[in-house]
């Protein structure tokens, strides 16, 4: 089962059309929610990290929310050079006196964005 | 310039042959993590390090080995007993296991 899910799996916007990308979650004690931009053949490149509900952040024409159970990634008047794939990870807490929160990743969204 | 570098970009296996991934970062960072990602789906864990001499399987770490002699070092050794080896491999760091994790470049493993 799925700990995170992500949606949609595609989306195709022309510039300047706003839209969001959603990541929802089904981790008990959220220790933070990541997001990543993912260029095709290369390493995922690290944008946010949220660590509780009502928690916002901004870059660029990015903005990244928090609530209990999903988190939303925003983009705002998009260009062609935010194509890519936006990847949504939580952070769950350590089992059994291990300090380790590991990331549980979502499938992500691939945004194309047309001139 | 502080970062993650992965060696080589390209790695072909043949039947039966071990292959190494090298992962090198200067972040002096105590925790690293080796990820295997596939098409249409999320990146899954393979093995990862909380510190020097220390490391643990991940969800898939049937057919890898690793070793963790130096911070800077966690390579990964894909065995001739992972029958699917064919995937991006993605190693990352982060300052401590609770960190923001830092991804390099990625090695693509084929089969030939």
């Known amino acids: 089962e799925d700990q995170v899910t992500q949606s949609p799996e595609a989306l195709r916007l022309q510039e300047g059309e706003s839209s969001s990308l959603n990541c929802s979650y089904t981790v008990s004690g959220l220790r933070g929610l990541f997001w990543y931009r993912q260029d095709p053949g290369k390493g995922p490149e690290f944008l946010f990290t949220?660590?509780?509900a009502g928690e916002e952040k901004e870059k660029e024409r990015l903005k990244a929310t928090l609530t209990k159970k999903e988190s939303f990634l925003h983009i705002t008047a998009p260009k062609p050079e935010d194509s890519a794939t936006y990847l949504c990870?939580?952070?769950?807490?350590?089992?059994?006196?291990?300090?380790?929160?590991?990331?549980?990743f979502g499938r992500g969204t691939q945004l194309t964005v047309w001139p | 310039d502080g970062g993650i570098t992965q060696s080589p970009k390209y790695l072909f296996r043949k039947e039966g042959q071990n292959v190494t991934l090298s992962c090198e970062q200067n972040?002096?960072?105590?925790?690293m993590y080796w990820y295997r990602q596939d098409p249409g789906q999320g990146l899954r864990l393979i093995y990862y390090s909380q510190i020097v001499n220390d490391f643990q399987k991940g969800d898939i770490a049937e057919g890898y080995s690793v070793s963790r002699e130096k911070k800077e070092s966690f390579p990964l050794t894909v065995t001739s007993a992972q029958k699917n080896p064919t995937a991006f491999y993605l190693c990352?760091?982060?300052?401590?296991?609770?960190?923001?994790?830092?991804f390099g470049p990625g090695t693509r493993l084929l089969v030939l």
């Open positions: 990352a760091s982060s300052m401590t296991s609770g960190e923001t994790q830092y």
């Open positions: 972040l002096n960072h105590d925790a």
């Open positions: 990870a939580v952070q769950a807490p350590g089992s059994r006196g291990s300090t380790l929160g590991r990331l549980y």
């Open positions: 949220l660590y509780s």
